[in-house]
């Protein structure tokens, strides 16, 4: 094999797009996440007080308008705020990667998204619900629906929605025509995006891949709903400590919003354009801990090592999913103490900002390549008390200096599928 | 020398038969399922049919059923094909092979909002004049009481590839994807690369979907996406006719086992084809229209037939994505011009969808089956309900009934809203 084709196969991280509660561009992240500054507040986008957990990391002043390439503000008005801070993401991290429209042929450049479905704006529906079901009535009128209430639904209503529609935006924006997918399997789209997108460049089918995700739950409906059946986190009257990641009070969780975006390319076109470049991306591994038991993702942590070529002493910290959730974190603590027992530090960012659903593994990823990048790794929020439940070291307080190249990101569901990423710290070929 | 992969197993529940021989079946026989909707009281609107799956239950198929109560339709059509194409496969056993290296790809698409709920709920919330903003607090309070927690949350997007890995011990790589109408088809697609890579020794690959409910319908009504030829239902799907006037809701859903040769070959599993090309690229062009030229088509089409190691000469069967949209039918017809030039009016195409209706994220996966079902039996389907020809559209589309062709390579076509184009081709299978 000449050492070119080796370059080839290998895939680096060249640009970065973030919009996070704590701070949004890859300095003012970087620099709130440092700090320990907490994102998590009582929440402000709507009138949250009926519901039993009214917390969130809430991104505030975010306008899409101010920020999206002045061509395409005409299609904001078929674009949710998921979709929104997903095309912004997109935008933020082309920018940052330079490779403006056309800079890359495009054939060569394609987009993997990890989103899911939006909620539908209230207002969208309200008129032709209002319209279609009788005050004291639990059944809408099906025949006023369809006749009367239907033309009132914008016509484009279905398209600002759809999960694949960042991705879809993206595409027109900077005219890439090579593969498109959108990735919708909750906490681990961002990881099998980023998965996907390093295959696609091995396989030959594209030079750069796009790789982004979004997540805007903070509305009326989506928190209706999750209230019903998510893990979240009660502690109302103390939201910035609500999130306790590996904590003994741990409660729950709570969600959080925004976009992270990186552009992932091979390294032979990163050298030649001589990209800045963020780190290395090594392995991804996919699997499911049926039951989320432990030595599942264990497993899978073991064999993306494997992958990698390293061993679990030459891993500078675990970035967990760090729930803040009895059962989620118990679990993700096992897997981690059956690799690496107590010596590795962990570190769970997700405290200071919320979980971000489908962005949130890229958004997590986001902050050990910044760690590895700067050589300081952020302290962990709300960790005050360690649970036996959960037998690992856990990194709090002030940053502690980066001592090793490599660093782990987990991620899992609550039906199990996992996800674990290596990277490296860019060091030169 | 890369992995092959070969096909193992398929399972489908479809409008028209839950086995692949009666799908099969009614394909060749030009049958349609396509009638009034009955999920909901559609008179009034601007579409009234569907292509419906009728009679389903989850209990016909798995045991445990009652576990899966919450669920929406597309988890349950997903784990109904997910057993069939199982047990077809022979790894039904979670004793059997090492699970770690069996994983799952869905192209799924959404659970549904409780439609009667939030009606309510966004009315309750309304001012009383009917217009302006819905009060948000007041209905978050009334929906906590009106909608079902443990039914919300089985409509998140990952439950319904989760379940498969929970119900058939699939431990490996699990991907879901949503990218409309080519979300199974890449879902295959992607889930061959896994096994190439040496990700995964077998995938369980496809898709499944429902939007026969009334927001679905809604909005796809809205976009005029649907045929609302509703004196003629049965008629209404007509791909490549000169008269065609949108696509006709399906549901269903569509599994196959993906599997590594040597591994199928140690077990002695039946190889039913070998999954031989994937291209896969983007339109870049607009939201729901496909590039006027078919770019984006052409070049899914030649990678798939590159990757493939043929020419397109040696493509016998073209099974198109053939909607009965406007635009999908012209430009679909435009870019099988476009990679094959003079062959193209020698080459059998016809759309599975003249009969199924279009089963959106589910549509690739159950086409595809179609594909080496026609394949092995030497006959492909026809598009029926053409009866007038469309001067963009004239090619031949196997008009009305089946026909005996001999071939060994099929190319089928997958095109979703958001602009991702999929081709993949299935092969006879040659040691």
């Keep these: 094999m000449t050492e070119t084709t080796t370059h080839s196969r290998r895939t680096v991280l060249t640009g970065f797009g973030v919009i996070n509660p704590i701070g949004s561009g890859p300095d003012a992240f970087w620099q709130a996440l440092l700090a320990g500054t907490p994102g998590v507040h009582t929440i402000t986008h709507f009138n949250p007080e009926h519901l039993p957990s009214r917390m969130a990391g809430e991104v505030k002043g975010f306008s899409a308008k101010a920020l999206i390439e002045k061509s395409y503000r005409r299609t904001l008005n078929a674009m949710a705020r998921t979709v929104e801070f997903g095309v912004i993401g997109c935008q933020l991290a082309m920018q940052d990667a330079g490779l403006a429209k056309g800079t890359v042929p495009s054939h060569r450049i394609g987009v993997e998204f990890a989103s899911v479905m939006g909620a539908t704006e209230l207002d969208d529906l309200g008129p032709a619900s209002k319209h279609s079901i009788g005050a004291d009535t639990v059944e809408p009128d099906m025949a006023v629906w369809g006749k009367e209430g239907l033309p009132k639904v914008p016509p484009l209503w279905m398209l600002k929605y759809l999960p694949n529609m960042p991705a879809c935006h993206a595409t027109i924006l900077y005219d890439m025509q090579g593969p498109s997918n959108t990735q919708i399997p909750g906490d681990t789209a961002g990881a099998v995006a980023l998965g996907e997108a390093q295959r696609i460049i091995r396989r030959g089918a594209a030079d750069v891949m796009l790789v982004g995700g979004s997540e805007a739950k903070i509305h009326p409906l989506s928190l209706s709903r999750f209230n019903l059946f998510a893990p979240f986190s009660h502690r109302n009257d103390d939201p910035e400590g609500a999130i306790r990641p590996f904590d003994v009070s741990r409660d729950g969780t709570c969600p959080g919003e925004g976009t992270a975006a990186f552009t992932l390319e091979s390294l032979d076109h990163a050298l030649a354009r001589k990209a800045k470049i963020y780190g290395e991306v090594l392995a991804v591994a996919s699997g499911v801990d049926r039951g989320l038991k432990g030595p599942g993702m264990a497993q899978l942590i073991r064999n993306a090592l494997t992958t990698a070529g390293i061993e679990p002493s030459d891993v500078d910290h675990v970035n967990a999913h760090g729930l803040g959730t009895v059962k989620g974190d118990a679990f993700e603590a096992r897997a981690i103490a059956e690799v690496f027992g107590k010596s590795v530090p962990v570190f769970a960012p997700l405290a200071q900002f919320g979980n971000l659903g489908a962005a949130s593994g890229l958004m997590e990823l986001a902050c050990s390549v910044l760690a590895l990048k700067n050589g300081q790794l952020p302290g962990t929020l709300n960790h005050t008390n360690p649970d036996p439940a959960c037998p690992i070291q856990v990194h709090t307080g002030a940053p502690r200096p980066v001592t090793k190249p490599y660093a782990v990101k987990l991620s899992y569901t609550d039906l199990g599928q996992s996800s674990v990423v290596v990277i490296r710290r860019w060091e030169g070929v | ?431």
């Design chain 2, 1 to 431: 020398m890369r992995r092959r992969v070969v096909i193992t197993g398929m399972g489908v529940v479809t409008p028209l038969g839950w086995t692949v021989d009666d799908l099969f079946t009614s394909q060749i026989e030009g049958r349609t399922a396509v009638g009034p909707i009955s999920r909901f009281d559609a008179r009034t609107f601007p579409t009234t049919f569907a292509s419906e799956v009728t009679g389903f239950e989850l209990g016909k198929f798995l045991r445990d059923a009652e576990r899966y109560a919450h669920c929406g339709l597309n988890t349950h059509f997903a784990l109904a094909a997910g057993k069939m194409a199982m047990e077809d496969a022979g790894l039904l056993n979670p004793a059997k092979g090492n699970r770690s290296r069996m994983g799952v790809y869905l192209g799924s698409g959404e659970g549904s909002d409780e439609f009667p709920a939030l009606v309510r709920g966004l009315a309750h919330a309304s001012p009383a004049s009917g217009t302006g903003p819905v009060d948000a607090g007041e209905f978050t309070r009334v929906m906590l009481q009106w909608m079902d927690g443990p039914r919300e949350g089985e409509q998140e997007m990952h439950t319904p590839a989760g379940h498969i890995a929970e119900t058939f011990a699939l431990d490996g790589p699990n991907q879901a994807c949503q990218t409309a109408c080519a979300a199974s088809s890449q879902a295959i697609g992607e889930a061959v690369e896994l096994i190439r890579w040496n990700d995964a020794d077998v995938m369980v690959a496809g898709g499944s979907h429902s939007m026969i409910h009334p927001l679905g319908v809604s909005g796809f009504n809205r976009l005029t996406a649907l045929s609302q030829r509703s004196d003629s239902p049965r008629t209404a799907s007509r791909p490549f006719d000169l008269n065609r006037d949108g696509f006709v809701i399906g549901e269903g859903a569509g599994l196959v086992v993906l599997e590594e040769l040597e591994h199928a070959k140690k077990r002695g599993a039946t190889i039913y084809a070998e999954l031989t090309g994937y291209g896969t690229t983007a339109d870049a062009y607009r939201m729901t229209d496909p590039h006027p030229e078919g770019r984006g088509a052409i070049r899914a089409m030649a990678e798939a037939i590159a990757d493939a190691g043929l020419k397109p000469a040696d493509i016998g069967y073209i099974n198109a994505h053939g909607t009965s949209t406007q635009a999908n039918d012209s430009t679909e017809t435009a870019g099988i011009k476009g990679v094959f030039g003079d062959a193209a009016k020698k080459v059998p195409i016809s759309s599975s969808k003249s009969m199924l209706g279009h089963l959106i994220a589910a549509a690739g996966v159950v086409e595809l089956v179609i594909c080496v079902m026609a394949l092995r039996k030497g006959v492909v389907p026809p598009t029926i309900n053409y009866e007038t020809p469309d001067p963009e559209c004239d090619l031949d589309y196997v008009p009305n009934s089946a026909r005996e062709v001999r071939f060994r390579h099929v190319l089928s076509n997958s095109f979703g809203f958001g602009g991702q184009n999929i081709a993949l081709i299935a092969s006879k299978f040659v040691d």
